[in-house]
């Protein structure tokens, strides 16, 4: 029955995309329900949309892995409903936190397992209609998500890697079927997270991104659209990139910068900075997710509603997460033109918020533009910090972080004993929205972690308290 359930959620995601309700009136099992969904080449199409689609749901990176959770635990607001005190306070063992971080858990698995069962459909069958391009590129795609989940799945619940790889973590989930799996050590979950983000790279080494670009052309032939706006898929770069955030979390600093400066190498023009018109709110040129940046990106059609509900300057104090002023300016250090600051936050004084909200996810101006629903979820802007970061040569280091700052209308920064907290603030500055300074923080196991409450605030750390605790059945069926 549970198998049948997923069945059915499989279909509904492809909903629109592809009509499965003859297959539901003909077909009274759901194994050959399930072989007549993976028999048609635009129904797998639908089946991987769908997937990519439910990733922008509120209990994934629609919201709690991005604009909620993640970013609350990284101390962005001092505003914010009761519902998150105690997420923020760190009191973890409290049903108000397992409420927001147990969907995330249950969601991820689910994924997980819908993306299996693609996959192990596209490996076994042969009468599709697939190419072997398709095939390489669907398979390359589900490995790299199975990874993508994998991956913030322990770094959120798995214990501070730099201090402690060896405890268990998470289950790494490969099985088509829905069972119990074994919790595994951190180490072993980032070993399995290479191995399939090695076979997507090798699958998508044909990937049209590399030729082609992103394309943003789109055709009424589903297939067609697959192979286009691949910065909307986990392409070949999008790979590369999570090789890169990867091995900096496990500490591989050299291969974080080879995989780094790859992306920056051969796909800079392919991922162009977007133009300082972008943070302009209002003009012509308005982009205030700088959309040409994206390496991987959801079309989200939830994000405007995630904003009004979130974020919106409507909205009262008991309900909207907002920093206070003077804590925001001092995570610019007080530079009221840096783009970021000057596109990603308004006062509006009509409204109820007498002070600057959040507008990054705002309506667009233009919804004929290529970056309307458009959600970041990596950045062409992470490669250079993650290159500086890890370069062996501070001065090349600077020279990488330095190309951001341009970008963000910053002056350089010259002193390369300053380049390690030069780059703590850009992560601040850059991912609001986007889920990524808490992990961090989390990798570089920060004890005194900034908070936007006033000027000079911190709250602390300790390695538990970046540990958020495995849902209650997960730890009571095992």
Not at 27 to 55: C, H, K, W
Not at 69 to 89: F, I, K, M
Not at 410 to 434: Q, S
Request: contains cysteine; glycine residues 4%; aromatic residues 12%.
């Amino acid at each position: 029955m549970k198998r049948l359930l997923i069945f059915l959620m499989i279909i509904t995601s492809v909903g629109a995309l592809y009509s499965c309700r003859k297959m539901l009136e003909i077909q009274p099992n759901d194994r050959l329900l399930e072989d007549a969904v993976f028999s048609d080449r635009n129904a797998i199409y639908g089946v991987l949309n769908g997937i990519y689609t439910q990733m922008g749901d509120a209990d994934s990176y629609g919201n709690g892995l991005t604009m909620t959770v993640t970013d609350l635990l990284a101390q962005y607001y001092s505003t914010y409903p009761r519902s998150y005190n105690e997420l923020v306070a760190g009191s973890y063992n409290n049903t108000t936190v397992t409420a927001l971080t147990d969907p995330i858990w249950l969601k991820s698995y689910n994924l997980i397992l819908q993306n299996n069962i693609l996959q192990g459909h596209v490996k076994r069958d042969r009468n599709n209609g697939l190419s072997e391009a398709d095939r390489q590129i669907i398979l390359g795609e589900s490995y790299a998500i199975r990874a993508f989940l994998h991956f913030d799945l322990v770094r959120l619940f798995g214990p501070v890697y730099a201090i402690d790889s060896t405890s268990k973590a998470i289950p790494y989930n490969t099985d088509e079927k829905q069972r119990v799996q074994a919790i595994v050590p951190a180490r072993e979950v980032l070993q399995r997270i290479w191995q399939d983000l090695d076979s997507a790279a090798l699958l998508l080494k044909n990937d049209p991104v590399i030729t082609n670009g992103v394309t943003n052309v789109t055709s009424t032939v589903m297939a067609d659209n697959f192979m286009q706006r691949r910065n909307l898929r986990l392409n070949y770069f999008a790979v590369r990139a999570l090789q890169a955030r990867v091995a900096l979390y496990t500490g591989n600093k050299a291969t974080a910068f080879q995989m780094a400066t790859e992306v920056i190498t051969r796909a800079q023009k392919i991922f162009p900075w977007s133009p300082a018109e972008a943070s302009l709110v209002g003009g012509p040129g308005q982009d205030l997710v700088f959309s040409s940046e994206n390496i991987f990106a959801l079309l989200n059609s939830k994000l405007y509603a995630y904003y009004l509900s979130l974020f919106a300057p409507v909205l009262t104090d008991n309900a909207i997460l907002k920093p206070d002023e003077k804590g925001l300016l001092t995570f610019y250090d007080n530079n009221i033109n840096d783009f970021r600051y000057r596109g990603w936050w308004r006062l509006d004084p009509a409204t109820r918020q007498k002070t600057k909200t959040f507008i990054k996810y705002m309506h667009p101006v233009d919804s004929l533009a290529v970056s309307f629903y458009m959600q970041p979820l990596i950045r062409i802007s992470e490669m250079y910090y993650i290159a500086a970061e890890t370069s062996t040569d501070p001065t090349e280091g600077l020279n990488y972080l330095n190309a951001v700052r341009t970008q963000r209308g910053l002056i350089a920064v010259t002193n390369p004993a300053d380049l390690p907290d030069a780059i703590a603030k850009e992560y601040r500055r850059e991912f609001w929205g986007e889920g990524q300074l808490f992990f961090f923080y989390k990798r570089k196991n920060i004890a005194l972690v900034p908070t936007t409450a006033g000027t000079a605030t911190t709250t602390t750390f300790t390695p538990q308290r970046y540990i958020i605790p495995l849902p209650p059945s997960e730890v009571l069926n095992r």
